[in-house]
């Protein structure tokens, strides 16, 4: 969906990193649902190698908002800590949650690098 695309634009543009990460996404079709967590991190080197880490950031909400046809349904709940957004876009129905935790299932794509950045995590040699 165009929309989707759309939403990930304006969200790269409405974040402020606190420290460095990335984010994860997953979209369902059927019921029009775009999930949005951090993505975990895998450190390298040092006391904590091997552990996993996920990122801080800030959410300017009123980025997002720009996007939609009309000013969307907004919640943001304590208990299951997450922030949804529901409206249009584009004229097609749009439901968005920000997580503020990981997924449950969601695995390090990217190391955290002894030298300060952020690279892909190299598949095991077999």
């Known amino acids: ?7 990930l634009d304006q969200l790269d543009l409405s974040l402020e990193w606190q420290s460095l990460g990335t984010m994860a996404w997953r979209f369902s079709e059927e019921e029009g649902w775009l999930q949005i967590a951090p993505c975990p991190l895998e450190v390298v080197g040092g006391a904590d ?6 990122n801080f950031y800030s959410l300017q909400a009123t980025h997002l908002i720009k996007i939609f046809d009309g000013v969307p349904e907004m919640l943001w709940s304590t208990l299951h800590g ?7 876009i584009d004229g097609d129905d749009a439901w968005i949650t920000l997580h503020e935790a990981l997924f449950e299932d969601e ?8 030298n300060g950045g952020i690279r892909p ?5 077999e």
């Open 107 to 114: 695995e390090p794509r990217d190391v955290l690098d002894p």
């Open 82 to 88: 997450d922030f949804s957004l529901d409206g249009k």
């Open 49 to 54: 190698d091997g552990e996993s880490v996920y």
């Open 121 to 125: 995590k190299r598949p095991p040699v």
């Open 1 to 7: 969906m165009r929309w989707v695309e759309k939403f």
